[in-house]
């Protein structure tokens, strides 16, 4: 990446910093790699945290420096450091007894970086992977395989006998191998051997599909149960874990997350997760799913059913091992597709490769213009409270079905309306927020420009660059209506949607005036289907873009051959290649169950392509195969994670704080298994009315029997009846 300056960007005092350790005495631990060398260098640091006025800054017991910043009279204007880590944590001590009693909304007089990651390298102005390109980090994927009591659903790490069998293990430096407790002699050895393996390939990044919900919390409980130092970082030192939540989308999911000192934790499992936030496309997280929906499989994959994972393994513990071997390379191709925009993220933002991943886009660019206040010896200001506005502008014009369709987007519509007409919070009076959005859009077009010039790796190092711009640089906008953030406006964030809304409208005033049909608004882009006189999209692009103030571009980026509008972001499209795309929580809910999916997949496809006439057919051979038993009862079933134990729930709901549950009640009267938070559940709905309480009328689908059918009948069709009839409105 020699022809682009980061440093112009966000400096950097140190390159091929792969990761940063705080210890004690007052000490800070860069470890730099050097192609298979990692080197340790031990620097100076003590900790530090921010007071509002110096009366207080001086009130504390044990600080070593107290430094005065510019620029703010009111808000975190002093910088306190303490010569250790006791020291530090007596300071926050003493600050939250004199921050006692404060109301809800008042400053609050301190603020920590409790994060000791990002406080380094704040502090330090250093940035992770500086002068450092994705294939360069030593990344090692991480599998096991674990043996299964007869008697449970799933491996439990807490019984004796549900070991782990085998572990596979794969590196981007072109390391692979499988562990086996068979010819190990046992699964103590086998842990042993495992530990030694990441000691010996020293990797800067640790990758796994779940592994953090299943391999290291499985790992770490078979460590202590053969009293086997759970020693992966370096240094030797303990992996260590915690509850945590990471925000995709609109919900929330818990997770036990882990940290290895020294290096970094990848769940692919949570990249996919953000990656469908946008795609909304995927039917199941799992890794073979979604190696088969990236292309990734490889052909002659192995294929094993997880309950008989046991009994292969004593049968063909070959076949396992290669089962095993292939999860760790899918995982490394899924990484591979998604986690360079985060690395590259990295070099910019002052948190540890892992935070970039789960931290929320307006936290990092918080972290970000913090950082840059901070390099400037400037105070940080006081956040705004929260006053509500309204967002961008999202309106369904048409339902139905429409051939052809075009599709107009300004691009980056928001960003451009802050650059052009120079907007900045009110309290950045340094004008950070504004600098950074510049410039990180000018690095996207030369990031972009490079890409259209290149091939192979390089291209695909550039791609995933300039996709790191772009996130960022679409994170703006949200920033500045972000609760949390340091230099949050929101005054400023109903200015530029109002703005958007005037730009957005204007396109579709001159559009309608063209005699084209709106179908769809969704902030910044117009679905229409072109008049018969309107043949070349360029001339349209042109059109329009005649019309737009300076600065906001737009472009014609797709043509559809049918579009079908359910309602507002609720749609499906038929590209030029004949695939369908369908978009919206309507449409591609993991609420609905799979012959739901399945039924809306057909019916969509019917009707883009002008089959119409078979609608019908459809829906009375939906029917007839639910009343004749045809579907598997897996079809019928939902899936539910357990966000909190069993016990709790139970706990929780004698005391009236929590609702009744189908897949709880199920769990705490399941016979012969124990089921913990995070494990999955299936279950499906008994009876024989369609108007019953899931609750009580549901069966865990493990105790399903094909020969034996109970699902309620009733229930199912007047799921599929109700789905048909909105289809039908939505046509009329």
């Not at 980056?412 to 007409?421: G, N």
């Not at 057919?617 to 029917?623: C, F, H, I, Q, T």
Request: proline letters at 3%; charged letters at 30%; hydrophobic letters at 35%.
């Amino acid at each position: 990446m020699s022809e682009m300056d980061l440093g112009r960007l966000v400096r950097s005092d140190a390159s091929r910093v792969v990761s940063v350790e705080y210890r004690e005495p007052g000490k800070a631990l860069l470890y730099r790699r050097d192609g298979d060398a990692v080197s340790c260098e031990a620097v100076d640091y003590e900790p530090w945290l921010l007071v509002c006025g110096e009366e207080l800054a001086k009130s504390l017991t044990g600080s070593s420096k107290i430094e005065l910043l510019t620029g703010t009279a009111a808000g975190h204007n002093v910088r306190v450091s303490f010569p250790d880590l006791a020291s530090y944590d007596a300071a926050l001590k003493e600050l939250s007894k004199k921050s006692r009693g404060l109301g809800r909304n008042a400053l609050k007089p301190y603020r920590a970086f409790t994060d000791m990651g990002q406080q380094m390298l704040t502090g330090l102005g250093i940035r992770l992977f500086r002068d450092m390109d994705f294939d360069d980090i030593r990344r090692m994927q991480l599998d096991i395989e674990t043996h299964c009591d007869p008697s449970h659903t799933f491996s439990d790490p807490e019984t004796e006998t549900d070991e782990v069998i085998l572990v596979s293990i794969k590196d981007s430096h072109g390391f692979e191998t499988y562990l086996s407790s068979k010819t190990l002699g046992g699964e103590k050895n086998l842990l042993k051997a495992m530990i030694e393996i990441i000691k010996e390939r020293d990797p800067d990044a640790i990758e796994g599909h779940n592994i953090h919900n299943f391999d290291l919390k499985y790992l770490e409980t078979r460590c202590k149960r053969h009293k086997v130092k759970f020693a992966l970082g370096r240094d030797n030192k303990v992996a260590k874990s915690r509850s945590s939540r990471l925000s995709v989308g609109e919900r929330m999911v818990n997770y036990t997350r882990y940290d290895i000192p020294g290096r970094h934790v990848v769940d692919t499992y949570h990249l996919v997760m953000l990656y469908d936030v946008s795609y909304r496309g995927l039917d199941s997280y799992g890794l073979k799913s979604v190696a088969r929906h990236f292309g990734v499989a490889a052909p002659n994959r192995t294929y094993v059913d997880p309950a008989k994972i046991s009994e292969l393994y004593e049968s063909d513990p070959e076949m396992i091992a290669e089962y095993c071997l292939d999860d760790v390379r899918e995982t490394d191709a899924i990484s591979k597709l998604l986690s360079p925009s985060y690395f590259y993220q990295a070099q910019l933002i002052p948190f540890g490769y892992q935070n970039c991943i789960v931290r929320g886009n307006a936290t990092r660019i918080d972290a970000l213009l913090v950082a840059e206040y901070l390099r400037a010896g400037a105070g940080l200001p006081t956040e705004q409270a929260v006053v509500a506005y309204q967002g961008g502008l999202a309106e369904v014009a048409a339902t139905g079905v429409f051939r052809p369709i075009w599709h107009i987007d300004v691009r980056s519509l928001y960003p451009s309306i802050v650059i052009s007409e120079q907007l900045t919070p009110e309290s950045d009076w340094r004008g950070e927020f504004l600098r950074l959005l510049t410039e990180l859009r000018a690095f996207r077009l030369a990031a972009k420009d490079a890409v259209r010039r290149t091939s192979g790796a390089e291209r695909a190092r550039w791609s995933a660059l300039q996709n790191s711009f772009k996130i960022l640089i679409n994170s703006f906008y949200g920033y500045t209506g972000f609760v949390g953030g340091t230099f949050n406006d929101f005054g400023l964030a109903s200015k530029i949607t109002a703005r958007g809304r005037e730009i957005l409208s204007g396109m579709r005033d001159f559009l309608v005036g063209l005699g084209v049909t709106i179908v769809e608004m969704d902030t910044d882009g117009i679905y229409f289907r072109p008049g018969p006189d309107h043949t070349d999209a360029e001339a349209m692009e042109a059109l329009v873009q005649a019309q737009l103030p300076a600065g906001i571009e737009v472009e014609l980026d797709a043509t559809y051959q049918s579009m079908f509008s359910y309602k507002a972001k609720n749609y499906a499209l038929l590209d030029e290649d004949g695939k369908v795309t369908i978009s919206g929580a309507a449409l591609k809910s993991r609420g609905l169950e799979e012959f739901q999916r399945r039924f809306v997949q057909e019916y969509v496809t019917l009707l883009l392509t002008g089959c119409e006439d078979e609608l019908d057919a459809l829906y009375e051979k939906y029917v007839d195969d639910i009343e004749q038993h045809r579907l598997p009862l897996k079809d019928f079933a939902k899936r539910e994670y357990l966000s909190m134990a069993p016990k709790t729930y139970a706990e929780k709901l004698a005391k009236g704080e929590t609702k009744r549950s189908a897949a709880y009640e199920l769990v705490l009267k399941a016979e012969g298994r124990e089921y913990k938070q995070g494990d999955g559940v299936e279950f499906y709905v008994t009876g024989n009315k369609k108007s019953v309480s899931v609750t009580d009328f549901s069966k865990l689908l493990v105790d399903a029997d094909e020969s034996v059918r109970d699902e309620n009948i009733p229930f199912y069709l007047d799921k599929l009846q109700k789905l048909h009839q909105k289809f039908q409105e939505a046509l009329t």
